[in-house]
């Protein structure tokens, strides 16, 4: 659990911020928020979702909660399935750190890939619905919601390498490890040449989305820190990551039975969301698996890191840091794949 918020002076910020609210409240915090944590505000009428920066010593524009409100409510506009975003407070003296409140949205979250929560011959039909939301968000004309400023177009997996590199590099605490001083020097030599630009999510799996509680249909995306100006085909393998990941890491299905299980092949996969989104394939899907993995095991050795330094802001923190050794030991071995392959 992060600091106690102060609940009287929320209640007041509320009154003045939120339409509609009714007091009194009281808040419960939600298993998970990793980064940015996160609570239920229960009212007599209604419930909301605030979301807020962790206390103590941040690095520079990590928990961006300003970020994840602006491109929510842009998103909204152009009628992406997102809460509802009704206020953001930038007054630390509040409850101690920026916070925004959103919708709280009802419907099912399913914490891994499997959806093994749901019967075998309905599973397909929601890995499909996740495929498809993130072809519509990969669609969407970010200029005309207003967010032609939200990143910059081009050049975004270099970046990302190079920022993730830095952060790992110089978290001392955390520690190193050897495939990850390895992934640090192979990534920028193996760029690939598309590099397209859409609004890309940075975190998109099963567990941040709210489903429909009986349908196989998302009703809400959550969790937009990572969001920016990105490349689509690297936020896609992201999600599609989870075929190359075992379930006791961010939930994925690998080694499991595909067809057993009424899921889905990654060749499948990948098919209906290039056909989705107007493209003959993705190449070099695998350079973009390595990379997320990469990218995954930096964020992994910042809450290592955080969990050292007192400031994590989940229970399970310093647990979630000790898998990174194991994901940076698998995004190597892809890595190693493709040069065995002979690839660039």
Known sequence: MTAPVDVERLTRW???????????LTLEQFKGGQSNPT?????PARSYVLRRKPPGPLLKGAHAVEREARVMAALAKAGFPVPAVYGLCTDDGVIGSWFFVMDMVEG???WDASFSDVPREQRAAYMDAMNATLAALHRVDYTAIGL????RAGGYVSRQIARWSKQYLEDTLAGRHPAMDRLVEWLPQHLPAADDTAVTHGDFRADNMIFHPTEPRVLAVLDWELSTLGDPLADFAYNAMTFRMPPDILGGIAGIDLAAHGLP???QYVAAYCARTGRAGIPDLDFYVVFNMFRFAAILHGIRGRAARGTASSADAQAMGDRFARVADLAWQQAAAIEARGGR
């Open 39 to 43: 609570y239920r505000v229960r009212t």
């Open 265 to 267: 092949t990654e060749a």
């Open 148 to 151: 032609a400023d939200y990143g």
């Open 14 to 24: 509320m009154q003045q911020n939120v339409a509609g609210f009714e007091g009194p």
């Open 108 to 110: 099912r979250i399913f």
